[in-house]
C-alpha cells in the first residue's frame, strides 16, 4: 500500500458545463456559467493544490460563436490552464479557436486527439494524458474508427515507460441510464482491446453522462465525472430524460506512483466538521 504522505498529482475534472450565450439559463433554471466560475473558484481553494484541470467535453450547449465568447469571458485566465476534451455539443473548430493550446493540433474539423506529458511531482513517475476525441458532428452519441483506435494504439505505443490516464467523453460502457445509453460509444469493445495490449495505463475518465459512475473496463477503470451545470437523474427503470435537484459537482483525481484514486465533491464550499471522539485524540 501507498504511504499517504507520498507525492502524488492532484487532477480536478471539470465536465459538461454546458454553457449558453451570456445571461441565458439552463432550460430557464440553472445558471451554468456561474456553475462553472464557482466550480474554478473550488478548485483553487484546495489544498493540496491542483496540479491540472481537465475539461471532458460539453463545454458549450450549442457550439455556437456566442458561447465560446461567454465561456472565455467566464474562464477568464483558466483558459490557458486546462486540459481540453471535445465534447459532443462542442465545435472542434470553435474549440481550437477560443483555447491557444489548442491551436496547431490538426486542422480546424479534425478529431482533436492529442496527449500531454504532466510535470514530474518529485517522485521519479512519468505521467501523460492521452486526450481521445469520440465525437462524431452533429451526432450526439460517440464512436471511435479504425483511424481513431490506430491513433490511440500509436500514442500508447510511445508513452510504455510512462503511466497514462485516458481522457474522453463518452464513456465506453453502458450506464444502465437508458435514455443516456442511446446516445452512448460506438467501437468502445475496440478500444477495450486495445487497451488490454498495455499495462501502464491507470485509467479513462469521462464526461458526458452528467453523473458519477465507474465500472471496469479494458484492464483498467473508466470513470464518469459529475456535471458542473445538473447532474442526471440516476433511473435505472427506464424513464424519459429527467435531472436532479443534486448541486454541480467535479471529480478530483489523486495519482500517486502507486495508485489513481477518483472522489467528487460539489462546486459550493464544504463545510467539515469532526465528531468529539476525533477531537479528543
Excluded at 460517440?142 to 481513431?148: K, T
Excluded at 443516456?180 to 475518465?205: H, P, R
Aim: proline share 6%; net charge negative; with cysteine.
Amino acid at each position: 500500500m501507498s504511504n499517504p504522505a507520498s507525492p502524488a498529482l492532484v487532477i480536478a475534472q471539470l465536465s459538461d458545463p454546458h454553457i449558453f450565450s451570456a445571461g441565458q439559463l439552463m432550460e430557464g433554471r440553472v445558471d451554468t456559467a456561474e456553475h462553472l466560475r464557482q466550480a474554478f473558484r473550488e478548485v483553487d481553494r484546495m489544498q493540496p493544490a491542483v496540479n491540472c484541470v481537465l475539461l471532458t467535453g460539453d463545454l458549450v450547449n450549442n457550439g455556437t460563436p456566442q458561447e465560446y465568447a461567454n465561456l472565455s469571458a467566464v474562464m477568464g485566465s483558466n483558459i490557458n490552464r486546462v486540459v481540453v476534451v471535445a465534447g459532443n455539443h462542442d465545435d472542434r473548430s470553435e474549440l481550437r479557436s477560443t483555447f491557444p493550446q489548442l491551436q496547431g493540433i490538426g486542422s480546424a474539423y479534425e478529431p482533436l486527439h492529442y496527449a500531454v506529458d504532466l510535470p514530474s511531482i518529485g517522485d521519479d513517475v512519468d505521467r501523460s494524458i492521452v486526450v481521445l476525441d469520440t465525437t462524431v458532428p452533429g451526432l450526439h452519441g460517440g464512436e471511435l474508427d479504425e483511424g481513431d483506435l490506430r491513433w490511440l494504439y500509436d500514442a500508447l505505443d510511445l508513452r510504455r515507460d510512462r503511466q497514462v490516464l485516458i481522457a474522453q467523453h463518452h464513456p465506453p460502457y453502458l450506464s444502465g441510464i437508458d435514455f443516456m445509453d442511446d446516445y452512448c460509444l460506438k467501437g468502445a469493445s475496440a478500444e477495450a482491446e486495445v487497451l488490454q495490449l498495455f499495462t501502464n495505463i491507470v485509467g479513462v475518465v469521462c464526461g458526458h453522462l452528467h453523473r458519477p459512475s465507474i465500472a471496469a473496463f479494458g484492464g483498467t477503470i473508466a470513470v464518469t465525472a459529475p456535471s458542473t451545470a445538473a447532474q442526471v437523474s440516476p433511473d435505472l427503470n427506464g424513464g424519459v430524460t429527467a435531472y436532479t435537484n443534486e448541486p454541480g459537482m467535479f471529480a478530483v483525481h489523486r495519482w500517486d506512483a502507486g495508485s489513481f484514486v477518483t472522489h467528487f465533491r460539489t462546486i459550493e464550499p464544504l463545510d467539515a466538521w469532526s465528531p468529539s471522539w476525533a477531537l479528543a485524540k
